[in-house]
């Protein structure tokens, strides 16, 4: 299988040398020359396998630069019981007639990222035995992918982890779950600002060329391939567990941010898992709410972006969009190219409304969207709790709410849970009086001893820090 860059770029590129990538070098995103195709035989050969050799044969079809043998180990290695708290890996659970949730919080940090962090892990550290190369990975979190990060990276020989994040502004939970790492080769940095503070860093170094290349700067962020194909799996995995048979649709609904997770979802079912719709839940972000509405997609500014109760969908644009949007106006990278070069580059918005491209986005590739307040999240954990006896975080609850929205009789609908209320502890306080259970391995978690260092919002006290810390 090979790679091409959305925008263009003539060069085609295997798995492995994506892998350690981030943007194309014209600033696209990679993406599969095609998607490969899956017959029913194959789909009824697939629903009776255990996740980790399903995770093998999806990745199995997009990989093909890492030997099957060692491919399949690193499958096994990474989706466990142990890891991730059940023989299912994804548990699926009815919640009412026709509507399910699927659990992909059970990982080590208690939020989806982990579906797809721990495989990454497990990729880099082969990858780089193999080159006998090392990666620092610098990054910038305000949560959720900061800590997926450390505890996929935690340990793992050739990858150290310098993760930026605004001093004072996580959860304590967040905090505590990233600062009680004791790994050598974890390095926690709380700056004194916010987190647009962090993000400005880390695109500073990362900018610096010379001292990238001197010191192996690499990132993990949500725009890696690799990511986004562990992520189709769970969609099969969750297909499977809703169906009896291989003949009925099923939809989901994905409370999306960066459009990562969706965007697995849509490449699911390009290979042909029987998918009907696929729900974009947003909270008061909602560029992408309004883009399926309206067919224009339009980015906010800093100041027009909501800090919500939902803060890891608190997005001004999507940076996995483009990827869906190449496969919209029919792969044409030229289209794609005037659209996110010339008009957001120079506009900040294109407008697709007139496009016949636009009617293809639910009719052909089936997507609709939500969007949800704040008051409706608290109304969603409460009725959830009151109703089914179950405690959902308030991501999840965005998700479920633009779920009832979109039920279609006879048809499954599948709402990812992409964290665990624990998590988001003070929201759910909030909504019902009293704080979420916590799963007892992270008892007592912010008494624990922490490993941190704090540094002003300032680049070249950053490169100072990781020049020091790098042999
Ligand atoms: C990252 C995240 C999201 C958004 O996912 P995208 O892939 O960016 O769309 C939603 N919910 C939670 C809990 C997250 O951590």
């Known amino acids: 299988m090979n790679y091409l860059s959305t925008r263009g770029h003539p060069d085609r590129k295997r798995f492995c040398e994506i892998l350690l990538e981030g943007l194309a070098p014209d ?6 020359e095609h998607y490969p195709q899956i017959d029913t035989a194959t789909l009824a050969r697939w629903r009776e396998l255990p996740y980790a050799e399903l995770a093998f044969e999806i990745l199995s079809l997009y990989i093909d630069d890492i030997p099957p043998a060692d491919l399949k180990a690193i499958c096994a290695k990474t989706y466990t019981a142990e890891v991730f708290g059940s023989d299912e890996i994804v548990p699926l659970r009815e919640l009412e007639d026709g509507v399910y949730l699927e659990a992909l919080s059970n990982g080590p940090t208690l939020a989806f990222k982990d579906m797809a ?6 990729l880099f550290e082969y990858e780089l035995a193999r080159r006998g190369a090392e990666l ?3 990054g910038a979190t305000s949560g959720d992918t900061g800590s997926a990060a450390e505890y996929a990276m935690r340990g793992k020989k050739g990858v150290r982890v310098f993760m930026t994040s605004p001093d004072g502004r996580m959860s304590p939970f967040q905090q505590a779950q990233m600062f009680s790492l004791q790994d050598q080769n974890i390095h926690n940095i709380a700056i004194s600002g916010v987190f647009d503070d962090c993000q400005d860093i ?6 610096d060329l010379g001292f990238k290349r001197k010191y192996r700067i690499g990132t993990v962020n949500s725009i890696n391939w690799a990511r986004l194909l562990a992520q189709v799996v769970y969609y099969f995995a969750g297909y499977f567990q809703a169906t009896a ?6 939809s989901f609904t994905v409370p999306s941010g960066n459009f990562g997770n969706v965007c697995a979802g849509h490449v699911a079912r390009m290979m042909g898992l029987p ?14 709410d309004e883009f399926f509405r309206t067919g224009i997609y339009r980015v906010r500014a800093a100041a027009d972006t909501h800090e919500t109760s939902s803060p890891s969908m608190d997005i001004s644009k999507a940076s996995n969009f483009e990827r869906f949007v190449f496969d919209l106006v029919g792969r044409d990278a030229g289209k794609l190219r005037s659209l996110f070069v010339d008009e957001l580059g120079r506009h900040g918005r294109f407008d697709l409304s007139a496009d016949p491209a636009f009617g293809q986005a639910a009719e052909r590739f089936g997507f609709k969207s939500s969007r949800s307040t704040h008051a409706d999240r608290l109304a969603t954990i409460r009725d959830t709790d009151r109703r089914f006896a179950t405690l959902v975080d308030p991501h999840t609850a965005d998700g479920l709410k633009a779920a009832r929205e979109h039920l279609a009789p006879g048809v499954p609908m599948v709402v990812l849970e992409t964290a665990l209320p624990i998590k988001f502890a003070a929201t759910l306080v909030e909504a019902l009086g009293h704080e979420p259970a916590r799963p007892a391995r992270f008892e007592g978690i912010e008494a624990l001893p ?3 260092v704090k540094l002003p919002a300032d680049a070249e006290a950053v490169k100072a820090y990781i020049a020091q810390n790098c042999d």
Request: aromatic residues 2%.
């Open 245 to 250: 048979s291989n003949d009925k649709p099923v």
């Open 27 to 32: 600033g696209g995103l990679y993406l599969p």
């Open 202 to 207: 880390v695109k500073a170094v990362s900018n």
């Open 117 to 122: 962090m721990q495989l990454l892990g497990n």
């Open 275 to 288: 998918i009907q719709t696929l729900v974009v839940a947003t909270n008061e972000n909602d560029v992408l």
């Open 450 to 452: 922490k490993r941190v």
């Open 136 to 138: 620092n990975i610098l």
